[in-house]
């Protein structure tokens, strides 16, 4: 039986993530999962494939509020409902009215965002030494994923590079970890869901993943970036592992890239929750 091991959300693309003990499972996702993005004056999302110090943003969801920190730079926040952030004097920010609707690119993909206005931006081109802005997803805009993996299923994301989760099995990492001289934290992969009971690599062959009425399916291989590279404490990179590693034995010609974890959508029952310690079933792989 395959066991939720652990539930991980990244509610700002690129910045650190918040480890849960349960998650609401919308059609897009884990809730709040990327719902907010920076991005360039121009629109252009930015992660730490470009800026790894983007890891040294860490984020809270308390109060209504979504709260970015980082040593040295005081506190944002931003509420999580009204769309907007203000002025973060003191170090804390207040409320202020909503931000306008813009549009943004993720890879190849543009969307409508809502901008998070002056405060958000200037606390994070302060922060990183280049102009930036803070948005959200625009609530009224629904991003698909790629038909060409999730076939007949219209899948819904955020700000994730293409689809709704990044499933990991803790014996994955062990194997991975037992070709390294250094072994790594989880956290390079920055999956959403961390699953036990499963042999090496064994997510690459799940069927159907069911929890009650909720249903996951895998759809693509994780093709994994530099960003594997980045010490997700410091924001610093320290050399070619894992990928190089990675290379020699997890090499997808198809995708001309080496793959780590699984891409999963949802498939039917947005609304129900996940939690650290349930047991998931997994139907026939359908390859």
């Known amino acids: 039986m395959i066991r939720l091991a652990a539930l ?58 979504l709260v970015l920190s980082a040593d040295g730079a005081g506190q944002l926040r931003v509420p999580v409902h009204a769309g907007a952030s203000s002025s973060p004097g003191g170090g804390t920010a207040e409320s202020s009215p909503p931000g306008r609707s813009i549009e943004v690119t993720v890879w190849h993909d ?14 994070l081109s302060t922060l990183l030494g280049q102009p930036l802005r803070l948005v959200r997803l625009d609530p009224t805009q629904d991003r698909v994923s790629d038909r060409a993996w999730t076939g007949e299923v219209e899948a ?5 590079d293409g689809f709704a989760l990044l499933a990991i099995s803790t014996a994955s990492l062990a194997n991975l ?5 250094e072994p790594l934290p989880m956290n390079r992969f920055r999956p959403n869901l961390v699953l036990e009971g499963l042999p090496p690599y064994g997510e690459d062959e799940l069927g159907d993943l069911l929890a009650g009425d909720l249903r996951l399916r895998r ?42 974890g699984q891409n999963l959508i949802v498939v039917a029952g947005a609304g129900g929750r996940l939690e650290v310690g349930m047991e998931l079933q997994s139907l026939i792989s359908p390859t």
């Not at 993005?37 to 110090?53: D, K, S």
């Not at 610093?236 to 592992?241: A, I």
Request: aromatic residues 6%.
């Open 177 to 181: 970890n037992g070709r390294l001289a």
């Open 110 to 123: 543009h969307c409508l965002a809502i901008d998070e206005g002056a405060a958000a931006a200037d606390w």
């Open 219 to 260: 759809v693509k291989p994780c093709t994994r970036c530099i960003i594997t590279t980045t010490d997700q404490q410091s924001g610093t990179r320290r050399d070619e592992e894992p990928i190089r590693t990675l290379k020699s034995y997890r090499w997808n010609p198809a995708l001309k890239g080496v793959t780590f």
């Open 8 to 65: 991980n959300i990244y509610p700002v693309k690129s910045c650190r993530g918040i480890a849960l003990g349960s998650a609401l499972v919308t059609a897009a996702g884990l809730e709040h999962d990327r719902e907010w993005m920076i991005v360039t004056p121009a629109g252009r999302f930015l992660t730490q494939r470009e800026e790894p110090r983007l890891a040294r943003i860490a984020v809270a969801l308390e109060e209504g509020a």
């Open 156 to 160: 819904l994301t955020r700000f994730s």
